[in-house]
């Protein structure tokens, strides 16, 4: 098992970055695959990026390819999402999720460990 705890989130302008950042507990952090996810109030949860167990593989969702880069550094037990160039459709509560696999998943059902999420919201 893994906790995991989201950060970075906040009210900022359209064209603006934020940087979020995912921290697990333990020390085996390494053995998990990683994706964050975003919800929106009436809307399902989406896949936004993920990140596979050594960082080398990353996937993004195809509305925020070329702005959002994920990274880990598996010795601090965390990963990032840098997120440029926001929209306000990019705004609700971001959550990271973790699966022991090798390969990240899109799909939410997929992950075994969830965050409590942290807001995002990109105003005008």
């Known amino acids: 098992q893994v906790q995991l705890v989201e950060s970075g989130g906040g009210l900022v302008q359209a064209g603006g970055s934020l940087r979020l950042s995912c921290v697990a507990s333990?020390?085996?952090?390494?053995?998990?695959?990683v994706g964050w996810f975003r919800q929106a109030p009436g809307k399902e949860r989406e896949f936004v990026s993920g990140?596979?167990?050594?960082?080398?593989?990353?996937y993004y969702a195809a509305s925020v390819k070329g702005r959002f880069t994920i990274s880990r550094d598996n010795a601090k037990n965390t990963v990032y999402l840098q997120m440029n160039s926001l929209k306000p459709e990019d705004t609700g509560v971001y959550y990271c999720?973790?699966?022991?696999?090798?390969?990240?998943?899109?799909?939410?059902?997929?992950?075994?460990?969830w965050g409590q999420g942290t807001q995002v919201t990109v105003s005008s």
């Open positions: 333990g020390r085996t952090f390494s053995n998990y695959v």
């Open positions: 999720a973790a699966r022991s696999s090798l390969i990240a998943p899109r799909e939410p059902s997929q992950y075994d460990y």
């Open positions: 990140i596979n167990r050594s960082g080398i593989n990353t």
